[in-house]
């Protein structure tokens, strides 16, 4: 299904883009972020955000009301390097207006706002909705329990270009409305937050959970398979002791172990191109060589 990425900005100019992204088919069990020693289920869907047939990704300030009157520079804090792009209730009731590629416009409108526990008492969590003609729905869509799934916001977008579906770029002007349980949430509640310097992991983060090992975007992985995961900066440190799988960078996998099975063994769409030339018996030890996460795998994923 082709899905389209919208994205607003701060100073008023907008810009949308479209990729092909398979479907994501977690339940809940992987929509509960375990971030203890960086364990996670991870997950093929970039943001899983759906809008008849559409999908919402790289969502950032264009225009908004709140009753008629403007929020406050101090909530609306894109431009912040020490604080989360959208953060506190008064946002609450407040209209967003989106463009698609297609150069239609959507309304989105926030429901509700709730402050994480700790160690996310920092963030903020929404329920969004968009406009149909209809009425209202939820923009992340229901969880088991029937309820509007929440979204979390980070600084910078989600783009496509001609070589890679899945390209973030940091910014200090346009944020992204991520669904929880998704891959660029999870990341976000693991800690890399970008307000906190760590806009490198957070995008390193991103082609780990999804298998993107040769940073085009392409997702290689089965949803729903455990890994455990720990960065260069201590803050997702390895208390497991698993396998090894790869080394990871911005780019994508930086290297593979090549003594152990790989997530993308279990994919459909197996072997990416780029594994032959960058498998190593030595990867996954060491951030020496510059990665930047580095992932494990359980012993049911061993080879020998």
Not at 11 to 23: K, M, N
Not at 46 to 51: E, H, K, V, Y
Not at 156 to 177: I, L, N, P, R
Not at 197 to 209: D, E, I, W
Request: proline share 3%; charged share 10%.
């Amino acid at each position: 299904m082709n899905k389209t990425i919208l994205c607003i900005s701060l100073l008023g100019s907008a810009c949308a883009t479209s990729f092909d992204e398979p479907e994501d088919t977690v339940g809940q069990a992987s929509q509960e972020m375990q971030s203890t020693n960086g364990l996670s289920l991870n997950g093929i869907s970039l943001n899983g955000i759906s809008l008849n047939g559409l999908s919402l990704n790289g969502l950032s300030l264009n225009g908004i009301s709140l009753n008629g009157t403007s929020l406050s520079g101090t909530t609306i804090s894109a431009v912040s390097t020490t604080a989360p792009p959208l953060t506190g209730a008064a946002v609450v009731g407040s209209t967003w207006n989106a463009t698609a590629t297609n150069g239609a416009t959507v309304k989105l409108r926030i429901d509700s706002a709730a402050q994480g526990t700790a160690p996310n008492a920092d963030l903020w969590f929404y329920k969004v909705s968009y406009q149909t003609s209809s009425g209202w729905s939820p923009m992340c869509g229901l969880d088991s329990a029937n309820q509007p799934i929440q979204a979390v916001t980070t600084a910078g977008v989600w783009t496509a270009t001609s070589s890679d579906a899945a390209k973030y770029g940091a910014s200090t002007s346009q944020f992204t409305f991520a669904c929880r349980g998704k891959t660029v949430a999870k990341c976000v509640e693991l800690g890399y937050k970008t307000y906190r310097g760590y806009s490198t992991q957070l995008a390193t983060c991103v082609r780990l959970l999804r298998g993107d090992y040769c940073g085009t975007g392409q997702a290689y992985t089965v949803d729903g398979t455990l890994l455990n995961l720990y960065d260069n900066v201590g803050v997702q440190a390895d208390g497991l002791g698993w396998f090894p799988e790869a080394e990871w960078t911005p780019s994508g996998a930086r290297c593979v172990n090549s003594h152990n099975n790989a997530r993308f063994e279990l994919a459909v769409s197996k072997d990416p191109k780029c594994v032959a030339s960058i498998e190593s018996d030595a990867c996954g030890y060491s951030f020496v060589n510059g990665a930047v996460l580095i992932d494990e795998l359980p012993l049911a994923m061993q080879t020998h």
